[in-house]
């Protein structure tokens, strides 16, 4: 919540009020319209921390010899290079050729590019999650399902949104900025309620304490 009031405070105070010391170290610091700050750490964290959790229950299954521990396994490699790719923004490398390849005049919601071979691997592991996500408990399949909704509701659907808004009108206005802080916001959301799911399934898995003996 403070990220995101202190982003919202650099970026509206740059475009109502002009530079000062206090909205430019807000914008530097905490703008979530940039990469590298505090911001992006944060979010990197909680991937980072979601990405050990899941490393946790993928070795109370492996030992349990689970049909579903490589799927554990998979979405922990999966949350260890989402964080990685959030402190250092690689997938923003991908815009470039991404234009090129597509070739088009407008690109309207494509315009951010990169969002292309993301849709398409969404797609890819929602068909390899299908069977276990049923196998779920029914609460922890559906806290597992609306955190994914938030978060690629705000770093794919807000990023969208923000594209072709940018195409058609700039950054510089309140509209962009206000998509910005939702997809943030949304991304953020999405994490921190998919960490709380995984505490509380490893609360009622009793791993705890299995953990110890590993």
Same mark, same amino acid.
């Given at each position: ?68 521990? #490589?799927?554990?396994? @998979?979405? =922990? $490699? ?11 923004? +690689? &997938?923003? *490398? ?80 309140? #509209?962009?900025?206000? @998509?910005? =802080? $939702? ?11 998919? +960490? &709380?799911? *995984? ?16």
């Amino acid at each position: 919540m403070f990220l995101v009031l202190g982003s919202l405070y650099g970026d509206v105070g740059t475009l109502l009020f002009g530079h000062s010391w206090s909205v430019d170290l807000a914008k530097y610091l905490v703008g979530t319209s940039r990469e590298g700050n505090i911001s992006s750490f944060f979010s990197a964290v909680l991937l980072l921390m979601s990405a050990c959790l899941l490393g946790m229950i993928y070795l109370f299954k492996k030992q349990d010899k689970d049909t579903f521990a #490589t799927q554990w396994l @998979v979405l =922990t $490699l999966g949350f260890f290079l989402m964080s990685f790719d959030e402190a250092v923004s +690689i &997938h923003e *490398l991908m815009v470039t050729p991404m234009r090129k390849l597509l070739a088009l005049q407008v690109y309207g919601v494509l315009y951010y590019a990169w969002v292309v071979p993301a849709l398409v691997l969404v797609a890819g592991l929602a068909l390899y999650f299908y069977r276990f996500m049923l196998h779920l408990p029914k609460q922890t399949c559906g806290m597992f399902v609306f955190s994914a909704l938030l978060f690629l509701g705000g770093c794919i659907g807000f990023e969208m949104l923000g594209g072709w808004h940018v195409e058609q009108f700039g950054l510089k206005n309140l #509209t962009y900025i206000a @998509v910005v =802080t $939702l997809e943030e916001s949304f991304e953020m959301a999405g994490i921190i309620l998919f +960490i &709380h799911s *995984l505490m509380l399934y490893m609360k009622k898995q009793n791993m705890r304490f299995n953990l110890q003996a590993i």
